[in-house]
């Protein structure tokens, strides 16, 4: 059975957490395609002009720069476009209201990035199993 690979969207401003993403990436190797967006405004950019084939998920932090996370998931669940694409938010952020907001976004999950590089790479693997079932 030929598996057609979803396009995965990263929001991401620490070029260091983007490094850290494709290394997870690599060392569970995941081939899917990673487009990457250093802020929201960067990624409605993106997502409104199609230079990029529209993402079935999307890594979204939530402090970044210019809009962060949570004004981002706002204006993207408000499109009918976008409103249906997987979100995962990825974040150094444990506020409750950070969370809140973002499942009251519709958030598929909510991560907290873990000290260790073992930790982040099995929280990767986890979302691997997510997204194998979304190219089904």
């Known amino acids: 059975m030929t598996q057609k690979l979803v396009n995965i969207l990263l929001v991401e401003d620490d070029e260091v957490d983007v490094m850290n993403v494709k290394r997870a990436f690599a060392k569970n ?13 960067e990624a409605l950019e ?5 230079i990029v084939p529209l993402p079935k998920i999307i890594i979204l932090d939530i402090n ?10 706002k204006i993207m669940r ?15 952020s444990n506020e409750d209201s ?36 979304c190219e089904l």
């Open 29 to 41: 190797n995941i081939k899917n395609e990673l487009f990457v967006a250093g802020n929201g405004v």
């Open 46 to 50: 993106m997502l409104n002009s199609s």
């Open 78 to 92: 408000e499109d009918d476009r976008f409103k249906n694409i997987s979100v995962f938010v990825m974040t150094t």
């Open 98 to 133: 950070d969370k809140i907001n973002a499942y009251n976004l519709n958030v598929a999950g909510y991560i907290l990035k873990p000290l260790s590089f073992e930790k982040f790479l099995s929280s990767v693997a986890t979302l691997k199993n997510f997204w194998q079932l």
């Open 64 to 73: 970044m720069p210019k809009m962060n996370g949570i004004e981002f998931l």
